[in-house]
């Protein structure tokens, strides 16, 4: 009986807790130079995935020494009086990060609220500024998922450089934006890329020829094996959770990958949960100390 092969797992956990710890000199540096770096999450609302996500968000700042401002609005809050706030937080010298958990509930533009963010406070990178600055290939705040699946192929040993990544899904957060870092002329990317979605024709035919596959489209288990070749490096960026009766809640998370099935065809992999959802944290708190740092270099620049 042939023995089959098995993927390298991608500890999503292991390596974001590898880059919180590396923060944590950095933000020591910080606070050296009297700035103690500090993020405002706005949760409006309960939507019971964004208070798991908000309260996450909190509690690793508050693990590594970053100062949480803790802004929870009600449902029925106007636009207004959000926008009011976000004025208030872009001013406050003590909030170099601002986050809003989307989504919104309906009577609120997420659009407006995200374009009244101060880029340089812009910390989830989803301002237009940001990702025009992005496209360009300049200075910006990169939004955390894409950049933590840029960061867990670096720090796995796989530079997408001069490989064929295929990302299949287009949303505004992942699929485009991981588009736009991957293929930059810069360490780290410098990727031949291709971005698949709900109207590419032959699909499988194009996932099959990755060096480098993501899966970003949210439906679950959607990468079959027969879709994926012999040896890629495949990252599942999808959170869904599908019906379960072995499990007591009834349900289990997966992935947009048929991990099992894909996990015997690739050289390595990301499970669901622990792949790439733990780093999107670890990029937020980069992004945030980046964002204390250039306000302290700002800062000593007017000195
Ligand atoms: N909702 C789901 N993911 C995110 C995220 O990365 N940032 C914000 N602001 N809201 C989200």
Known sequence: MSKKRSAKIIDGKKISAAILQDLKEDIAALRARGVAPGLAVVLVGANPASEVYVKAKRRTCIDL?????????????????????????????????????????????????????????????????????????????????PAGCQALLLRSGYDPAGKHVVIVGRSNIVGKPLAALLMQKANGANATVTVCHSHTRNISKITREADILIAAMGRPEFVKPNMVREGAIVLDVGVNRIPDATKKSGTRLVGDVAFAGVSRKARAITPVPGGVGPMTIAMLMTNTVKAARRAADRKRGRA
Do not use: W, Y
């Open 65 to 145: 020494g970053i100062e949480s401002f803790s802004h929870d609005l009600p449902e029925s809050c106007t636009e207004k009086r959000l926008l009011k706030l976000i004025e208030k937080l872009n001013e406050d010298p003590r909030v170099h990060g601002i986050l809003v958990q989307m989504p919104l509930p309906e009577h609120i533009s997420e659009k407006k609220v995200l374009e009244a963010i101060s880029p340089d406070k812009d910390v989830d990178g989803f301002h237009p500024v940001n990702v025009g600055r992005l496209l360009n290939g300049e200075e910006c705040f990169v939004s955390c998922t």
